[in-house]
């Protein structure tokens, strides 16, 4: 029998018409980070991504395409498959919804949904678009009320569906964000329970009459099944749960890590626990949640053309570099933000100057005083017990952080130990021993205890960098023995006579001007990405006389809240510089209340006033489209508040 420790780390499942950017990428590099972390030290992974494949945009784009479906999503699904091959992500499973023993799964789970009381036949109200033939709910319309795809009026309109009792959860689920440390971090838990278990959990609509392409429901075959409730059960269908394809549930469930962006969350913090509840199942250890890569502050999206594209990237600067530049910004929780500047940079400092110098100066080194293999002799010196204690303690400390699905921390702390080790360079001065015949046992020790912390630390980084570490351990002659888990917390583990190899550069130092000159050419934000707004603006030209009527001022938001009965809007109470006013907002979905309080603002001043679901809204704020994100235009805090714009 296998006793090995068994761990299960599952990434979302990928949309499979999604063009992948290195936001998606971060997940999956993040998850392939930790299981092979968890490989290392000698646990039994599984390690599940897929791809997402049912659903009424998939149904639209096959139909556009004059495809089915299934030819459709067979013809893309290869892509992720094929970025996770050329990012060296080594997964062990890969789950499509479309698979059949997946579908054999969905439907087995709603039979049991059912008989157990938790789902009921009711009706979905929502906004339909005739010509899509798409329901939509009111969050996703457009911003004038309209269908968010061809922009033309929806209506009113009814759908018989199954609703699962979420409410009947609340409580169960409250605990589990509350008492537990299921969601990662902390504050995003607070954030769910203020945000949809306070104001009251409603159930949700799981099955659609709409459209077609999905699980039919075996007890009432006109209903597909909702695709976030058959997407969720991939992670246990792929380990064979309600399936004969696999036999892996019993020892992989329930899953140790489950990874996810912000965006999903609510679903995996609310709608799975409580699908597991009802299906009387273990609830899976700790949900860890990331933020956003946000390019220059904006999220990527591809209208706007600042997606920013892995295979580019790997290409001109190798896989690992992208790779140690994604986990290394990530700060845990929030977002992180992608700039050219910022990755040429983070590869040069850490990558080319600390790391790829330690090891080429140690190795040269080596090969120059000794001929590449150490003597015997050694003789101890100052700095030693430093620098062996730090190299020591690395494995515990990156260990406590891979468990805590902190990866930047986890490699700062690598990088410490390599600044240290060149500094011990530069303290213990190898060039000066290697001039005194008297020093060949110092310099033999120096050049031995630099090897041997290169060996830790490189060792530690092979989950990071998977392609470029074993060469560095090549370079220095470091064999299977030396990066066994257990033998990274011990020092002197390299064999005494070591011999070292001299190999190619590991990171090349970049020149920041030209990588600069490159990128902005290949992903900066393209300028088509607004052609057609461009052309619109052209068409659409008003004289100065038209704008000057527009009386546009500054005010601070004061006080902030959200408008019962609607999920859009935000009451601000504004300092006007007068007597203040009250503006109601669509921008709920972007900002919380109590981010909005101290900000200073534009706003058009002698807009006829209006009532927004009974609130008086006297104005209107300014604010951007970046991407799918909204922000607000806002000013310098020295602006006297009733400042005119002009
Ligand atoms: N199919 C769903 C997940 C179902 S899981 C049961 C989905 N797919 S996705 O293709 O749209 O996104 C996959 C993951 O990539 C999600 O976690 C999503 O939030 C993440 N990201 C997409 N853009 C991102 C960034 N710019 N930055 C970081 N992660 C991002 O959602």
């Not at 090969?367 to 515990?396: C, H, I, N, Q």
């Amino acid at each position: 029998m296998n006793d090995k420790k068994k761990f299960y780390i599952t990434t979302p499942i990928y949309y499979p018409s999604a063009s992948p950017h290195i936001g998606h990428l971060y997940t999956t590099v993040a998850c392939d980070a930790i299981a092979r972390f968890k490989r290392m030290q000698g646990c039994d992974v599984m390690f599940l991504t897929g791809t997402d494949e049912h659903g009424q945009k998939i149904e639209q784009k096959a139909k556009e395409a004059n495809v089915t479906p299934k030819q459709y999503v067979d013809e893309i699904a290869e892509k992720f498959r094929r970025l996770w091959k050329y990012v060296n992500v080594d997964y062990d499973r890969f789950i499509r919804t479309t698979d059949d023993y997946h579908e054999e799964s969905v439907k087995k789970i709603y039979k049991t949904l059912l008989d157990k009381g938790y789902l009921y036949k009711s009706e979905y109200k929502g906004k339909y678009c005739t010509p899509c033939e798409s329901f939509w709910t009111e969050s996703q319309l457009d911003s004038e009320g309209k269908c968010p795809e061809c922009h033309r009026d929806v209506k009113e309109a009814t759908e018989e569906a199954y609703f699962f009792k979420l409410s009947a959860f609340s409580e169960r689920l409250e605990k589990l964000l509350t008492e537990t440390d299921y969601v990662q971090p902390e504050w995003r838990a607070k954030e769910l329970v203020n945000n949809f278990i306070k104001p009251g959990l409603e159930d949700v609509c799981v099955s659609r009459t709409s459209f077609s392409w999905g699980v039919r429901l075996p007890f009432d075959e006109k209903h597909i099944a909702y695709v976030w409730i058959d997407a969720l059960s991939n992670y246990i269908t792929a380990l064979g749960y309600e399936n004969g394809k696999y036999d892996d549930f019993k020892d992989f469930w329930p899953a140790d890590v489950h990874m996810v962006a912000k965006d999903i969350m609510r679903f995996h913090a609310l709608i799975w626990p409580a699908m597991l509840m009802a299906l009387d199942l273990p609830l899976p250890k700790k949900l860890s949640v990331h933020g956003y890569i946000n390019f220059n502050g904006i999220k990527m999206s591809k209208s706007i053309g600042n997606v920013v594209d892995p295979f580019v990237l790997g290409e001109r600067y190798g896989v690992d570099a992208i790779r140690y530049h994604i986990l290394r910004e990530m700060p845990f929780g929030s977002d992180s933000d992608y700039s050219n500047e910022i990755m040429i940079n983070r590869i040069n400092s850490d990558l080319a100057n600390d790391l790829g110098n330690l090891v080429s100066r140690t190795v040269a080194m080596a090969v120059k005083y000794f001929d590449g293999t150490l003597p015997s002799e050694r003789e101890e010196g100052e700095f030693d017990a430093d620098l062996k204690a730090m190299a020591e303690s690395l494995a515990p400390a990156v260990e406590k952080y891979i468990d805590e699905t902190k990866l930047s921390p986890a490699l700062t702390e690598i990088m410490t130990v390599v600044s240290r080790a060149n500094k011990y360079i530069d303290e213990t001065a190898p060039w000066i021993l290697a001039k005194d015949p008297a020093k060949t046992a110092r310099l033999a020790s120096v050049l031995y205890n630099l090897l041997d912390t290169i060996r830790i630390c490189s060792a530690l980084l092979l989950p990071f960098m998977p392609s470029m570490m074993p060469k560095a351990l090549e370079q220095i002659g470091a064999g299977e023995n030396d990066v066994k888990y257990e033998n990274l917390s011990k020092f002197g583990v390299l064999s005494e006579n070591v011999t070292v190899k001299k190999g190619d550069v590991l990171f090349p130092r970049l020149d920041v001007e030209t990588e600069i000159e490159y990128l902005n050419s290949v992903i900066a934000p393209k300028k088509d990405g607004y052609k057609e707004d461009e052309d619109l603006d052209k068409a659409n030209v008003i004289s100065i006389d038209r704008f000057a009527e527009v009386k546009l001022r500054t005010a601070e938001v004061k006080a902030c809240e959200k408008v019962a009965k609607s999920k859009k809007l935000l009451k601000l109470q504004l300092d006007d510089g007068r007597s203040g006013r009250q503006i109601v907002s669509g921008i709920a979905q972007w900002y919380k209340p109590e981010e909005l309080v101290g900000k200073k603002i534009v706003f058009v001043a002698n807009l006829a006033p209006a009532k927004l679901c009974g609130e008086v809204s006297e104005g209107m704020v300014l604010s951007c489209d970046c991407g799918d994100d909204v922000r607000l235009l806002t000013v310098d805090n020295e602006v006297p508040n009733g400042s005119t714009v002009r």
